[in-house]
Structure formats: structure tokens, C-alpha cells
């Protein structure tokens, strides 16, 4: 089992910048893809960034040139750099770490962490 922990979620105003941390822990083997997922009240959850082991990135539309994910391998953790945040960035921010256990790839969420952008 893997263990994500995530941090830095809170309260900014409108281009303000926050920055998301997510550690996993446990019983780790390969982790590939790294990622952050939003929820807004009453809609979906959707994909903000990905990131694979060998660095290669993935946004949505919606955050191109604003988010910025990275990883550090070696301390097993995602980050999501927001910058220029709007308020339609609000909602609980998730982090996805899909972990290879050499025949399966296993998919563990965080708890999540509630970004607000509001004046």
C-alpha cells in the first residue's frame, strides 16, 4: 500500500501563486505517473497535471502556462506550482500516484487539499 500525503492548499487571491506538495510512502515498487486531479462543487473530478517517471508532462487546457508539475524521484513527491490563479481554479485538489508492482499498476488517491481563490 501507498500513502500520499499532500500540503499547501489554502486561501490566495486572484493572481496570487500557491504551490501543492505530495509525498508517498509505504510500500513502494515503481511509481510512473504522478498527477493532480480537481473537484469543484457540483462538477467532476478532472485532470490538472501529469507527470511520468522520465519527466514527460501533460496539462489541462485550462492550466496551460499558469501550473507547473514537477517530481523529485528520489524523495518520491509531485509537486503543483500555480501561479495567476483565477477563481475558477477553486476546488479539492488530488493527488494520483499510480505505483507499478511489476504486474499490475496500482492507482492510490490523496486525501485531497481545498484551494480557494477568492478576493
Known amino acids: 500500500q501507498v500513502q500520499l500525503v499532500e500540503s499547501g492548499g489554502g486561501l490566495v487571491q486572484p493572481g496570487g501563486s500557491l504551490r501543492l506538495s505530495c509525498a508517498a510512502s509505504?510500500?513502494?515498487?515503481?511509481?510512473?505517473?504522478m498527477g493532480w486531479y480537481r473537484q469543484a462543487p457540483g462538477k467532476q473530478r478532472e485532470l490538472v497535471a501529469t507527470?511520468?517517471?522520465?519527466?514527460?508532462?501533460n496539462y489541462a487546457d485550462s492550466v496551460k502556462g499558469r501550473f507547473t508539475i514537477s517530481r523529485d524521484n528520489a524523495k518520491n513527491t509531485v509537486y503543483l506550482q500555480m501561479n495567476n490563479l483565477k477563481p475558477e481554479d477553486t476546488a479539492v485538489y488530488y493527488c494520483?500516484?499510480?505505483?507499478?508492482?511489476?504486474?499490475?499498476?496500482?492507482?492510490?488517491w490523496g486525501q485531497g487539499t481545498q484551494v480557494t481563490v477568492s478576493s
Open positions: 494520483n500516484v499510480v505505483d507499478n508492482d511489476g504486474k499490475y499498476d496500482n492507482s492510490y
Open positions: 509505504g510500500t513502494i515498487f515503481s511509481i510512473n505517473a
Open positions: 507527470i511520468t517517471s522520465r519527466g514527460s508532462t
